[in-house]
């Protein structure tokens, strides 16, 4: 493995984070590398190609320790290295996702035929695209690949369906709602509760301080860069960037009370609910107040 500093310093300037070399975050790149590695010992991919997909899942203003933590290092690690063709990643990803596009399709069609078709055409959307850009390189890391792998197999189906004349059935509309997330499982349980979020959100915001809101309307709204901000308030764009991500945890915080008090979920279900919902809350939060902006 490379010196977990040098890994740290790549993945820093590849984030445009305004961080030097932190011991937290060379531990976690190593536990995730190591990770990685125990998960997939055939797959090939050199250390500073990982760390860069990593850091191209990172904003300049995210607490990367936890937004790594959150990530699901190893998927990411085989699908990088897939969609990248590197040694071994390829036959891996074929033996324990391609080869279940049978169980993915199933509900739609099992014939062996349609799902060969499926796979092929999976394939090309996968790793060639329609402009040489692969889909495989659009994983986000936030759901499992497997559950992304189905979602995006499902999709192809309903779509090769319809290219030859088949309408739609019940079972199909409603699969192609999930077909569009990385994780349909956690899509469900998102769409479950998305009237208590939006409630306990609706109610974070309005506890915020007016200069708060004020900054996350310059933010989200009129998508004004922190160094605009931070002239507009005569401070330096670190306190800017500062004070929205205080705002935005605060809001975070606030419906995380909120729904733990609402919600019969397992521990786990839980913490894996709010996880997505952390991964959407700055389009919620701009939909919520582009929403108040027209009242």
């Known amino acids: 493995m490379a010196d977990p500093r040098e890994l740290a310093a ?12 932190d011991a937290g975050l ?3 790149l190593a536990r995730a590398l190591d990770e990685a590695r125990r998960a997939w010992p055939t797959v090939e991919l050199p250390d500073e190609e ?19 933590r959150q990530l699901r290092g190893s998927d990411l690690y085989l699908a990088c290295a897939a969609a990248r063709g590197r040694a071994g990643a390829e036959l891996a990803f074929e033996r324990t996702l391609l080869a279940r596009v049978g169980q993915f399709v199933g509900s739609i069609d ?14 090309i959307k996968l790793f060639v695209g329609s402009d040489g850009q692969g ?24 779509d090769l369906r319809r290219a030859g004349g088949h309408e739609p ?17 956690l899509e469900l349980l998102r769409q479950r509760y998305d009237g208590q979020f939006r409630a306990a959100l609706e109610a ?8 708060d809101r004020t900054l996350l309307r310059l933010y989200f709204i009129e998508q004004l860069p922190a160094a605009q901000i931070g002239k507009l308030y005569r401070v330096h764009e670190t306190t800017i960037l500062r004070r929205i991500t205080r705002a935005r945890e605060a809001v975070f915080e606030q419906v995380r009370a909120a729904m733990s008090h609402n919600l019969r979920l397992s521990a786990s279900e839980f913490e894996e609910l709010l996880a997505l919902l952390r991964s959407r809350l700055d389009v919620s939060v701009q939909r919520l107040l582009v929403s108040e902006t027209g009242r």
């Open 10 to 21: 790549r993945f820093v300037s590849r984030t445009g984070q305004t961080a030097s070399d």
């Open 135 to 158: 889909k495989l390189s659009q994983y986000s890391g936030r759901g499992a690949l497997e559950s992304w792998v189905c979602a995006v197999a499902i999709r192809t189906a309903i």
């Open 50 to 68: 990982f760390v860069e997909h990593l850091a191209a899942r990172v904003r300049p203003d995210d607490d990367a320790v936890a937004v790594l």
């Open 110 to 123: 099992g014939a062996a035929p349609f799902v060969a078709d499926v796979t092929q055409a999976l394939r």
């Open 26 to 28: 060379s531990r976690e």
């Open 169 to 185: 059935r019940e079972n199909e509309r409603a699969l192609d709602v999930l077909a569009a997330t990385d994780d349909p499982e």
């Open 204 to 211: 974070a915001l309005t506890a915020l301080a007016a200069r």
